[in-house]
């Protein structure tokens, strides 16, 4: 009841004229900003969309939230110029933000509308309500939404945790990267089949790659440094690709984060900013607390690790505990990465990158698309289900750091085929959940 008043409230004043004089513009708009925005890759996430009514798309800036909402739409509903059974809606437009998204909802649905698609959700003022509203009172609709991974889905009066279906999407996998690339199809691979089998699998891919007169370290070099994100096929010029992954680093901090977090102020945000350029300056970075209070002026313990949240959820670091931790959420971090190796090539300066840190940065990238739990043991770089220790290195690197540890492997860079328990850091790039 108290949502039917609210809507009252907030429509009936004008708003529903104003809705039914501006929906033509918006599906104009919608046509538009599909034509614009699709891409020809599709990537294979989430073939379970069509089958949810609600679901919502989280992740961070530039992994191709839009693209895959708009292939949904135009894969579901082919003939939607026509039908008009489809809708594209950005939540942020100058056309749609003084609206009510449930105005927009409900006169699409009594136009005989099957699937609004919003885009840029956390943008918009007390979207969580509007949605509840919408998927509450119009059953037969199909809801899809897009938004910043930093969205607090579970929390707040209006919990959609129980209504939605939530996925997360990660930025392109090496896998991925080469088939945008190179135009082939390549399998994903379970991580027990390339600990148990990589030289069979490594000698597929490379034929399957060399075939195309390509070669798999140059590609993994130019993934390294450009191929998380897809719009790096928007710039010819890598080094304006870099600038524009730095000035993201700036706008989530200073707009998405502000956006979902409204109670946060201008300190506040300095604050995270500076916390940001400590972790990018020393990374893989292992945090005293006590230090960091210090030099970022953040006066408890609590806040400065919900800092640490706000940064991780926001996918600009990966934090990662100790081995064996009990309640690994809500341990003090052992290590902090950024989130993924563009991030270091785009903060870096004059090649001055660390490659340790690259590999490292890669290999936590990847192993986060998969459901396995990655930690910091006493020996080696990571644990991987406190089970298995991967130590990660270059081609000089040997077992003898880890060698008495029961399952234990090498994860090796600059190499095409391993042996053994030595695997080249490359084919991690091709897990799959």
């Known amino acids: 009841m108290h949502d039917i008043y609210w809507y009252l409230n907030t429509n009936i004043k004008g708003k529903p004229v104003e809705v039914e004089q501006l929906l033509e513009e918006i599906f104009t708009l919608s046509d538009q900003l599909i034509r614009v925005r699709d891409r020809a890759y599709h990537r294979q996430y989430f073939a ?25 739409l135009k894969k579901s509903y082919p003939d939607y110029l026509q039908s008009r059974k489809a809708i594209y809606v950005q939540a942020d437009h100058f056309l749609v933000k003084d609206l009510s998204l449930y105005a927009i909802a409900e006169k699409f649905y009594r136009l005989g509308g099957e699937l609004i698609c919003f885009d840029e959700i956390h943008k918009y003022p007390d979207w969580s309500r509007e949605l509840k509203s919408i998927t509450d009172t ?11 991974s930093i969205l607090e889905i579970h929390k707040g009066t209006h919990d959609l945790s129980r209504r939605a279906i939530i996925y997360r999407l990660p930025g392109l996998s090496f896998r991925e990267f080469i088939e945008l690339q190179v135009d082939v199809k390549l399998p994903g691979v379970p991580l027990a089949e390339i600990l148990s089998d990589h030289e069979r699998l490594s000698d597929f891919i490379l034929a399957v790659i060399e075939k195309k007169r390509e070669r798999i370290l140059a590609l993994f ?57 400590v972790i990018a300056s020393s990374v893989p970075f292992t945090p005293d607390l006590r230090k960091i209070k210090q030099i970022v002026e953040i006066g408890d313990e609590r806040t400065l690790k919900t800092y640490f949240k706000y940064l991780e959820d926001a996918g600009l670091i990966r934090c990662l505990s100790k081995s064996g931790s009990a309640m690994r959420k809500l341990a003090k971090p052992e290590k902090i990465y950024l989130n993924n190796p563009n991030q270091i090539m785009a903060i870096s300066r004059n090649g001055q990158e660390n490659r340790g840190n690259i590999r490292e940065t890669f290999f936590a990238s990847m192993l986060s698309i998969t459901d396995h739990q990655l930690s910091i043991p006493e020996k080696g770089d990571f644990m991987l289900d406190d089970d298995s220790v991967i130590e990660v290195g270059g081609q000089g690197k040997n077992i003898s750091q880890v060698w008495d540890m029961h399952r234990s492997y090498l994860a090796v860079d600059d190499i095409e085929r391993g042996y053994s328990r030595r695997i080249p850091l490359w084919l991690f790039g091709f897990l799959t959940s």
């Open 48 to 72: 379970n969309l069509s089958k949810n009514r609600f679901s919502i798309l989280i992740g961070q800036r530039g992994v191709g939230k839009t693209t895959l909402l708009i292939q949904h």
């Open 221 to 277: 070099s130019d993934y390294l440094s450009f191929g998380f994100y897809p719009y790096f096929l928007e710039f010819e010029d890598r080094t304006l690709f870099h600038l524009t992954l730095e000035q993201n680093f700036h706008t989530t901090i200073e707009s998405d984060l502000p956006a979902v977090y409204p109670k946060l102020n201008g300190a506040s945000i300095k604050k995270i900013s500076k916390l940001l350029a």
């Open 138 to 148: 119009f059953p037969e609709l199909k809801i899809l939404a897009s938004g910043s």
